[in-house]
């Protein structure tokens, strides 16, 4: 039975009072419809689908905050991420070989993080699906999976990353890494300016996922990624339109 | 890759419910709604298996994107698109669709 | 079924710092060989793994394993009139993209 059904079933405890959408939509119907019969036809497994659905609820950016800040305070472990990263995510709770006790979904090979200094600037993308390193940043966010990102950050990294409020001087060298294949990329960016004394947790709160993906710098105070809701640029129009059929 | 239309996934798109229109109405503030996670790990299956490797599923979901489900927010543009695929490929047939989500409705209306 | 000539997993591997030109070769279906880097030279910026080249395998049914590299371009190179002198882009590719470049 879905565990993600808003009604719930008998049984289960619904401890928080929160509010929730009172009606079941199609698109809840279809998810679950499409998933029995592929299931029914051999296209995976009941158990796989289980296990990745619980590694996707259960990942996060924490890992990758984490790692940064302690690159940021310990030399020796950031000297040991920039030469080997895969060992250094161990240190931080991620192994990526097993991330899911089903092998990686994205069938990666090596884990490489991206040195920002003064005078070079990395962003991350993958032109071609979207690849992320998802066992320490989570779900990729949506924009990330957009052609509109996807494309346009190969060819006009600055006007993008301004749009996320990023703007970088000309002297700087911006380096986009399209990971086309199997490495999986993150970035390390400076340490702030006011951080000095900061403990690695408190680090760890100013190094947000924009930040290790390269749209945005981290910054005290700065403790979150905001961006406008994506809205459908052309939303559904009534049945009155109804097109033709092609 | 065709731009037919799949009957009940134009019914469905219809109905005007996708999560960013919904949960406003109810006071709900989770972005994501509750089955997102479920897709992402159905999209990883189909991967690991075979069945539909990533890089095939990407560049139909960014055609279908671009066309037929343009108006659609995410995630349920990735739904459509994922289902759209299948059943344009014979691994899903839209009779058989059809048919499950009227059961699976009914399931969950019991509750 | 005859197999077409390609460079070899005995080839000698290209170091970093070697300049090199992305072949602009025939595929099949899908590839993650992307069109806005056919035909432009790069530098050898490090090598990661080794590797079977996916989209070969349409063509070579003996699955060869070859030398993936980081390749990194110079934007400028890569888009007419893009502006940034300094800006850079890097990609990876497999050994057999990939052709030695004397500019």
């Known amino acids: 039975m879905s565990h993600t059904h808003t009604h719930g079933n008998p049984g289960d405890t619904h ?39 619980e590694w996707a609820e259960s990942i996060g950016p924490a890992a990758g905050s984490r790692l940064v800040a302690k690159a940021w305070t310990d030399p020796a472990f950031k000297a040991l991420a920039l030469k080997d990263g895969l060992t250094a995510c161990k240190e931080v709770g991620v192994d990526w ?68 409020g990023l703007i970088v001087p000309p002297e700087v060298e911006v380096r986009v890494e399209d990971s086309n294949q199997k490495c999986r990329f993150m970035v390390l960016p400076m340490r702030p300016e006011g951080t000095d004394n900061w403990t690695e947790k408190q680090l760890a709160e100013i190094v947000t996922r924009d930040c290790m993906i390269g749209v945005a710098l981290p910054k005290p105070g700065r403790t979150a990624d905001v961006h406008p809701i994506q809205k459908a640029r052309r939303p559904v129009k009534s049945s009155a339109e109804e097109p033709a059929n092609e | 890759m065709s731009e037919n239309r799949i009957a009940v996934l134009e019914a469905t798109r219809k109905q005007d419910k996708a999560w960013e229109t919904l949960a406003p109405r109810y006071g709900v503030t989770n972005p994501n709604p509750p089955w997102k996670t479920s897709l992402t790990a159905m999209c990883d299956c189909l991967a690991v298996s075979g069945a539909l490797p990533a890089l095939e599923r990407r560049n139909t979901e960014d055609e279908l994107a671009e066309t037929l489900y343009s108006d659609i927010p995410s995630p349920e543009r990735e739904l459509l698109a994922l289902v759209h695929t299948l059943v344009s490929r014979g691994l899903v047939s839209e009779a058989d669709l059809v048919s499950r989500m009227k059961t699976v409705r009914a399931r969950l209306e019991a509750v | 079924m005859k197999k077409s000539k390609s460079p070899d997993a005995s080839d000698a ?91």
Not at chain 1, 23 to 38: F, G, H, K, P
């Open chain 3, 13 to 103: 591997l290209f170091e970093v710092g070697d300049k090199v030109r992305v072949r602009d070769m025939p595929y099949m279906f899908y590839t993650r060989s992307q069109l806005y880097t056919r035909g432009v030279v790069g530098t050898i910026a490090a090598l990661t793994y080794k590797d079977l080249i996916p989209e070969e395998e349409a063509f070579n049914f003996d699955g060869r394993i070859e030398q993936y590299y980081i390749v990194r371009f110079r934007q400028k190179d890569l888009w007419p009139g893009y502006a940034f002198d300094n800006d850079t882009l890097q990609t990876e590719c497999p050994h057999r993209w990939l052709e030695p470049a004397t500019n």
């Open chain 1, 97 to 164: 070989a097993e991330p899911t006790g089903v092998g990686t979904p994205s069938d990666y090979m090596e884990f490489h993080l991206l040195e920002d200094t003064p005078t070079l600037h990395h962003v991350i993308v993958c032109t071609l699906c979207s690849c992320y390193p998802r066992p320490l940043l989570g779900m990729s966010p949506e924009w990330y999976r957009t052609t509109n990102y996807r494309r346009r950050l190969v060819r006009w990294p600055r006007q993008v990353l301004a749009e996320f």
């Open chain 1, 15 to 53: 401890h928080k009072a929160a509010p929730m959408v009172e009606e079941i939509t199609d698109y809840e119907v279809l998810e679950i419809a499409v998933r029995e019969l592929a299931i029914e036809h051999g296209l995976f497994t009941a158990e796989d689908h289980r296990k990745f659905t």
